[in-house]
Each structure stands twice: as structure tokens, then as C-alpha cells.
């Protein structure tokens, strides 16, 4: 009993400690000290925190990103892209209109009249030229113009005429649009000779033109694939659309884009189709299916 209200006292006057005049076994002022000690503690771990935060920043550029290894090879994307990559379609307007559909919203940005404003778009020509310099990156310029692109220049694939407005699909030798992903201050260099690059897709290598090439995926099936056919400025991507500067300084840039045509898929076959881009610095990924060509099946019922 005495003990228990010993140590019922002894926390009491663990509490406060009117004698001594302590707190919790401290005296004000050494509670006060302690209380000076971390707010210059903290303070100075704050400082320290915020200063290497802003060290960093300054040496960031609003423009270009510091490290891209993770994009830096191009993606190659097409429309319509549909899920896993597998068109799939009879010739009845409900099957194929959402692939009609995806191309068309696509190339609502390759409408002449959106590129109408001179102070955001100029012609970069309609001939393949070499890079369009518009200044560093790092410079008092501001936005740049962008080239225009008229989707007029995909022809039969451009699905302004009657004839093809549904992009092919309905005669069954449908469209693909292709375009090479962005990547800020990229530019891209053609293959310096046909030998670095397979037979087939010699007739496609042209000065100042990254080529695409598309095939059979699987050799046995080279007999099913048919003609093809490419639209736009060349039978690839021109150079006179690179270097890209970036979203701040480039707000209206066009990539520009290839049409792929498939002039005569066998029907009711399952075709697997590789489409590459070539160019010295590009390059392919075992894993990402993506970079630098991109496959996709076909299968045209009927
Ligand atoms: C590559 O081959 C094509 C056709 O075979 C030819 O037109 C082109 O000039 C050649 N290009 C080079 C760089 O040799
Ligand atoms: C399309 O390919 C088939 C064989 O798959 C062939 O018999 C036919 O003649 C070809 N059509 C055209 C227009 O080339």
C-alpha cells in the first residue's frame, strides 16, 4: 500500500517537481534550450534539403530533357491502333468503322485549314530536304513554327475523296498511317548505304528520307501479302520535319506521316506484317516491339 502511494507521488512530482521547479526532470530553461537546439537543428536540415532541391533545378532545362535513355530510340506507331495489334475486319461497314474511325479523328490535326496561321506553320516544301534549323534550343527565339503537313499528300489514303473515305478498308486494301514518336532535339540519320539494310527495302532508301519498309513477318507467308504501296512526301519520313524542339517551344510540331497501303492481303488469312524504319541511329529492341518498327496482323474476311 505505502509503496504504491510512494510512486503514485513519485510520478506526480515526476510530472512537475514543485521543489525544483522541473518539468518532466527539466527546468524551464533547459526545456527552452532544448527547444532552441532543434528548431536550429531542423532549420538546418530544411535548408540543406531545399538548397540541393534548387541546386538541381538550376541545372535542369525547361527544354530539353536531361536524361533521355529511355526514349531516346524512336517509337514507330500506327492507326488505327487497335488492341494487341491485330486488325481484324469483313468487308461490312459495322466491322471496319472503328479503325475508320480512329484514322479519321487522327488526322483532324492534318487538315489544312488547322494549319492555316502563318505565325505557327510555314512550308518546309513538298521536295525531301535535309534538317530544318530554327535555332538552339537554349535561346531567346521562343516558339517555333512547325511544318505543315497536308494529309492531301497521302493520296489514296488521305480519306478526303468519296472514293476514299473509308481509308481502304472497304475494298479490302486497307490503310495504315505511321508515324515515328517524337523525341526533343532528335535527328534522325538515313542509312549511309542500301548494304547496311535488306534487299527489299533498297527501292525505299532516298536522300533526306528516313525509309519505312513494311513485309511478311513470317517467311511462308510472303505469298499472301501482295502489293504495297507508301503515300506522303516519300516512302518514309522526310528530314526536313527534324529536329522536334519540344512541347514549350514547338506547340503546333506535325510529325510526319507515311501511308502504308496493302493492296491485296489474301482473304480469310491471318497476315503477320513487319513495318521498319532504317536509319544509322536507329535501332530495335528485342523487347520493346515498338521501337523503330512495329508489327501487326491483318485479317481480311470477306
Ligand atoms: C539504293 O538502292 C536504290 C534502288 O535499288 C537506289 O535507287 C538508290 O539510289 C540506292 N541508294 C544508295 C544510297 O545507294
Ligand atoms: C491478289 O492475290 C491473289 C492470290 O492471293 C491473286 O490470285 C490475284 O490475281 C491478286 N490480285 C491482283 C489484282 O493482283
Redesign the pocket.
Do not use: I, L, T
Given at each position: 500500500m505505502s509503496a504504491n502511494k510512494n510512486a503514485d507521488g513519485g510520478w506526480k512530482s515526476f510530472i512537475w517537481n514543485s521543489e525544483k521547479k522541473e518539468f518532466l526532470g527539466r527546468t524551464g530553461c533547459s526545456w527552452f534550450k532544448i527547444f532552441i537546439f532543434y528548431v536550429i537543428f531542423y532549420g538546418c536540415l530544411a535548408g540543406i534539403f531545399i538548397g540541393t532541391i534548387q541546386a538541381m533545378l538550376m541545372t535542369l532545362s525547361n527544354f530539353k530533357p536531361t536524361y533521355q535513355d529511355r526514349v531516346a530510340p524512336p517509337g514507330l506507331s500506327h492507326f488505327p491502333r487497335p488492341d494487341k495489334a491485330e486488325i481484324s475486319y469483313s468487308i461490312k461497314e459495322e466491322s471496319y468503322k472503328p479503325y475508320v474511325d480512329h484514322i479519321k479523328k487522327f488526322l483532324k490535326a492534318y487538315d489544312p485549314e488547322n494549319q492555316i496561321d502563318t505565325t505557327k506553320f510555314d512550308d518546309c516544301g513538298e521536295q525531301l530536304k535535309t534538317y530544318t534549323d530554327r535555332g538552339p534550343l537554349e535561346s531567346d527565339e521562343g516558339v517555333r513554327k512547325a511544318c505543315r503537313f497536308d494529309r492531301a499528300w497521302l493520296k489514296d489514303c488521305a480519306g478526303i475523296e468519296k472514293k476514299d473515305e473509308d481509308f481502304g478498308f472497304k475494298e479490302g486494301k486497307p490503310c495504315l498511317i505511321v508515324k515515328l514518336n517524337r523525341i526533343v532535339n532528335f535527328r534522325p540519320r538515313p542509312?549511309s548505304?542500301?548494304d547496311s539494310i535488306p534487299e527489299p527495302a533498297?527501292?525505299n532508301?532516298?536522300p533526306n528520307l528516313i525509309p519505312i519498309h513494311c513485309t511478311n513477318k513470317r517467311e511462308e507467308d510472303a505469298e499472301h501479302l501482295g502489293p504495297i504501296e507508301y503515300f506522303g512526301l516519300g516512302p518514309g519520313f522526310p528530314l526536313q520535319y527534324y529536329p522536334y524542339y519540344g512541347k514549350l517551344l514547338h506547340p503546333n510540331y506535325l510529325q510526319p506521316l507515311v501511308a502504308v497501303k496493302f493492296h491485296n492481303i489474301t482473304r480469310g488469312y491471318e497476315m503477320r506484317i513487319e513495318c521498319k524504319v532504317y536509319g544509322e541511329n536507329i535501332y530495335y529492341n528485342e523487347k520493346d516491339r515498338y521501337q523503330g518498327r512495329f508489327d501487326i496482323k491483318i485479317t481480311i474476311n470477306s
Open positions: 542509312p548505304s542500301n533498297h527501292p532508301v532516298q
